[in-house]
């Protein structure tokens, strides 16, 4: 299953040079979660109310090309593997008008209670694991 989400790019994302701050695209993959996330009927609020948190253990991005103040992006995403303990998503953001490839990356995660100790999904909420089996 992928998922994608469109964003315009602001100006306060950008750096000196007139591109978007590469640290930036962090938190683009993060916006592309939640409405992942929101697509599926399972908010991070709804997780958190359910005792379900998880929690960031890792990024690796490619930087493939910029994108200016005013570009619109589209970020794909898709879960590359699910044991029901961990997931990694991956990404591809990709400039609209041209097609090209911006960047691509993946985030690494773990499912934990509230106290950040590591649960199983599958076995703590599978209704909510299934979703991702999907």
């Given at each position: 299953?992928?998922?994608?989400?469109?964003?315009?790019?602001?100006?306060?994302?950008?750096?000196?040079?007139?591109?978007?701050?590469?640290?930036?695209?962090?938190?683009?993959?993060?916006?592309?979660?939640?409405?992942?996330?929101?697509?599926?009927?399972?908010?991070?609020?709804?997780?958190?109310?359910?005792?379900?948190?998880?929690?960031?253990?890792?990024?690796?991005?490619?930087?493939?090309?910029?994108?200016t103040f005013g570009d619109v992006i589209?970020?794909?995403?898709?879960?590359?593997?699910?044991?029901?303990?961990?997931?990694?998503?991956?990404?591809?953001?990709?400039?609209?008008?041209?097609?090209?490839?911006?960047?691509?990356?993946?985030?690494?995660?773990?499912?934990?209670?509230?106290?950040?100790?590591?649960?199983?999904?599958?076995?703590?909420?599978?209704?909510?694991?299934?979703?991702?089996?999907?």
């Open positions: 299953m992928e998922f994608s989400f469109e964003r315009k790019i602001n100006y306060y994302e950008t750096d000196r040079m007139g591109v978007v701050h590469h640290s930036n695209y962090i938190r683009f993959m993060e916006e592309a979660r939640c409405k992942w996330l929101e697509s599926l009927d399972m908010p991070f609020s709804l997780m958190e109310e359910n005792g379900v948190t998880i929690p960031v253990l890792g990024v690796n991005c490619e930087y493939k090309y910029h994108v589209v970020i794909s995403l898709f879960i590359k593997e699910y044991s029901g303990v961990r997931m990694t998503i991956g990404y591809t953001i990709i400039n609209k008008e041209n097609g090209k490839i911006v960047l691509t990356g993946e985030t690494k995660h773990c499912f934990t209670d509230k106290s950040l100790k590591p649960i199983n999904l599958k076995k703590r909420a599978p209704e909510f694991s299934a979703k991702f089996e999907k």
